[in-house]
């Protein structure tokens, strides 16, 4: 199971995109970093989130290998969205 526990600052800063941001994608992904932090099982916060354990160890390592850049969506050439987010 991967633990996250973020420092204050990081803690601050994803509770305000989670509040501010207009991306209903990244606002999902930040939901599952923060509620790792308070302790949830990978299960739980799958459940919660309408996901799979898979999906939330998936993003929990994108934020743990690059931070909240991670857990930006990818915008493809014409604007859409990719379906996941390639390293």
């Known amino acids: 199971m991967i633990r996250i526990s973020l420092p204050d600052d990081d803690l601050q800063r994803l509770e305000a995109v989670f509040r501010d941001a207009a991306d209903a994608t990244l606002r999902h992904r930040v939901q599952i970093v923060l509620t790792a ?20 160890q998936r993003w929990l390592n ?7 850049d991670g857990l930006r969506p990818i915008h493809e050439p014409d604007g859409s969205v990719a379906s996941s987010n390639r390293r």
């Open 37 to 56: 932090h308070r302790g949830r099982r990978h299960p739980d916060i799958a459940d919660d989130t309408g996901t799979t354990p898979r999906s939330v």
């Open 62 to 68: 994108a934020y743990l290998d690059r931070g909240l």
